[in-house]
């Protein structure tokens, strides 16, 4: 254990805050060092692919449903080259989670993603107003039936406990309070376009009370965007955004000490997330023998680097026609993705309730991990679970003979697994059972022994 090399500091980072890396990705990440590296990344040198907007995955019936939804975000996670982006797009579309069952309008949930994609690595103030003002926010907190005379308090609530300062830092008379302040703050739904239907916010000043409020000791004429600057001003939220964000990004239950260091910086940029990854990325905490794959892998972690190590996510993206809508056929890495995050717990646009997934030692039970075996048989063999196989190649990972030993090896680089003598032996034993059968085959029992293994369940 420990990070000796820049090599193994820049994989380490491109686990944390990209979206895994492919042999290739890490040569050019890792060139000149790891400042360079964090740059690289921080900095979004690498050119974006040219990615499909939503109105490409509109189903026959001139609607993007939900599963269209999911692919289009899955093909974005595969080819994308903005990684720390999207990496941060998942980790706010959990801290904001909204699910498309209550929402029911897939095109409100697109609009929702892009709208974390955009402001993902602005001020925290920023985002948390967009999303305030976000029709799928409207609708999944209930705020449009928030109005004078007769309070909605689900999202003041929400806004306060789950989204900012955290419970014990508001008392019932706040959260009445603010609820008037966000009263009027509603949408307006727009049919047709080119995802079906759309949906804008609407301030309906008619029934927003403008009666006096007092909310954490601030009293006057106070409105939605007076409670948002009061919250984000409270060091309350700048330390349980950094708690969460350690416990994401590089390991579970940091000191108080640690995490009022890394608050104080964050409420001094003004709570810029993008400086905050700067601190974090090139502090002795993220390159300690502590943080090294310390965190377990969400679905996201697990099966969306699988698949963009293999290159998949690159030749998808570059297969994709410039205009029209898109062949069911070329979406299946994308469909097949989706689907296997949802078995193993990460349903993306449908998190289980609004304080999102628990994330940590809860993404490992006895069902997720047979479908994260059973993603070995999506990647080269026929499928499982309901899945069709990818039957990626496996030969044209290798350079010389298709051995079990050459088999084994090459997944565990190819995959950044850890360096396990054992795990490695096994996985060369079980691709030797089935060595008559071809290389994709030794690839898939290799990989099911990989996949099992308790080291690869962390990044």
Request: proline share 7%; with cysteine; hydrophobic share 45%.
């Amino acid at each position: 254990m420990g990070l000796a090399t820049d090599r193994e500091k820049t994989a380490h980072l491109l686990r944390r805050f990209g979206l895994g890396a492919s042999v290739e990705e890490l040569d050019f990440y890792s060139e000149g060092g790891y400042a360079r590296a964090v740059d690289r990344l921080l900095g979004e040198s690498a050119e974006e692919a040219p990615l499909p907007d939503a109105a490409r995955f509109v189903g026959a019936n001139g609607r993007l449903n939900p599963p269209d939804a999911v692919a289009w975000w899955v093909v974005r996670l595969l080819g994308t080259r903005r990684v720390l982006r999207e990496k941060l797009t998942v980790f706010w579309h959990n801290h904001f989670a909204t699910s498309v069952v209550k929402v029911g309008a897939a095109p409100l949930m697109v609009a929702q993603i892009e709208t974390l994609r955009r402001l993902a690595l602005g001020p925290f103030e920023d985002l948390l107003l967009a999303l305030s003002r976000d029709p799928a926010m409207v609708v999944w907190l209930d705020n449009a039936q928030n109005v004078k005379g007769k309070p909605n308090e689900n999202f003041a609530r929400e806004v306060m406990e789950l989204f900012t300062i955290g419970i014990g830092h508001y008392n019932e008379e706040d959260v009445r309070e603010a609820a008037r302040a966000f009263t009027g703050w509603s949408l307006r739904r727009i049919p047709g376009g080119p995802l079906g239907v759309s949906a804008e916010f609407l301030y309906r000043r008619a029934a927003h009370d403008d009666g006096e409020k007092t909310v954490l000791g601030t009293k006057g004429d106070l409105g939605g965007e007076d409670v948002i600057r009061l919250l984000c001003q409270r060091p309350e939220t700048s330390r349980r955004l950094v708690r969460k964000f350690f416990a994401w990004f590089v390991r579970p239950n940091p000191d108080d000490a640690t995490v009022e260091r890394f608050a104080k910086a964050y409420r001094e940029s003004g709570l810029n997330t993008l400086a905050l990854v700067r601190a974090v990325v090139l502090s002795p905490e993220f390159l300690s023998p502590q943080a090294e794959r310390a965190v377990v892998k969400s679905p996201v972690d697990f099966v969306i680097p699988t698949l963009r190590q293999l290159g998949v996510g690159e030749r998808l993206a570059q297969s994709l026609p410039p205009e029209g809508q898109l062949p069911r056929r070329l979406l299946l890495p994308a469909l097949a993705a989706g689907q296997a995050m949802r078995a193993m717990g990460m349903a993306l646009l449908a998190p289980p309730d609004v304080s999102g997934w628990e994330g940590g030692p809860a993404w490992i039970s006895s069902a997720t991990m047979a479908e994260r075996i059973r993603w070995a048989s999506t990647l080269f063999g026929s499928g499982g679970g309901g899945r069709p196989g990818l039957r990626y190649p496996a030969e044209s990972l290798l350079e010389a003979e298709a051995t079990p030993s050459a088999v084994a090896a090459r997944l565990f680089e190819v995959f950044d697994a850890p360096a396990d003598p054992e795990t490695l032996s096994l996985a060369t034993q079980a691709a030797a059972t089935k060595k008559g059968s071809g290389t994709n085959a030794m690839a898939e029992a290799a990989s099911q022994v990989l996949f099992a293994s308790p080291a690869f369940q962390y990044a």
